[in-house]
């Protein structure tokens, strides 16, 4: 069953512009994971956010998580033609035990950046 | 070079037969994951493993066989094929490092079309 749900499931800027993305989920969690899949490639891991942190940074990208409301958003500021790709949120479920490692991905949020 | 390798990278099979998918890891990482990626699904587990000899269902395993008799190698094996099973499968890993806040390390995919 799907954990994390994004949204919009597509999204056009401009270069320069910043791109935001949502991530809505069903139970709790230990960590939520944001990766980027460029066309034609597999998954990359962008950013980690635990269940005790609301905010976090790695360059260009900020990712917040609301565990009260079940959600996180990914912000791309700056955004370049490069950061074309579909992004997809992922979440680390707390109340499994052997599977603790498992992630459940949402669909993904696929991104244009415009030259 | 280290990394995650699938072979092969497109597969054309007919309905019936037996195909193995194929993934290597250089990293000695404990858990290793099939996914299947199809439009309307995003990415859905397939079978998992945490260690040498140790595997388990994931969300969708029917139709679908594996194992891990080394640490490195985890092929995926479709005994006979149908045409549902036609999508992208993507290998994974991660490291175990006693926590869940690892990411995982994905293979460039498998484009599997069953006719």
């Known amino acids: 069953s799907q954990q994390g749900e994004e949204d919009p499931q597509a999204l056009s800027i401009q270069e320069g512009e910043n791109a935001t993305m949502n991530c809505s989920y069903k139970?709790?969690?230990?960590?939520l994971q944001w990766y980027r899949q460029n066309s034609g490639r597999g998954l990359v891991h962008l950013i980690l956010i635990r269940s005790n942190e609301r905010e976090k940074h790695s360059g260009r990208l900020r990712v917040t998580l609301d565990t009260s409301k079940k959600s996180s958003s990914l912000l791309i500021t700056a955004s370049r033609a490069a950061d074309t790709a579909s992004y997809f949120c992922a979440t680390d479920a707390s109340h499994s035990g052997a599977g603790s490692y498992q992630l459940t991905f949402g669909k993904g949020t696929k991104l244009s950046v415009i030259p | 070079d280290a990394g995650i390798t699938q072979s092969p990278r497109y597969k054309i099979t007919e309905t019936g037969r037996q195909v193995t998918l194929m993934c290597h890891q250089t990293w000695s990482h404990s858990y290793m994951f099939w996914y299947r990626q199809d439009l309307g699904h995003g990415l859905r587990l397939i079978y998992y493993?945490?260690?040498?000899?140790?595997?388990d269902k994931g969300e969708v395993p029917d139709g679908y066989v594996v194992s891990r008799s080394k640490t490195e190698n985890f092929p995926l094996t479709l005994e006979s094929a149908t045409r549902s099973q036609t999508s992208v499968y993507f290998c994974a890993s991660r490291d175990s490092a006693g926590e869940s806040n690892q990411p995982q390390h994905f293979g460039d995919g498998t484009r599997l079309s069953i006719l």
């Open positions: 139970t709790s969690i230990n960590n």
């Open positions: 493993s945490a260690a040498a000899d140790i595997t």
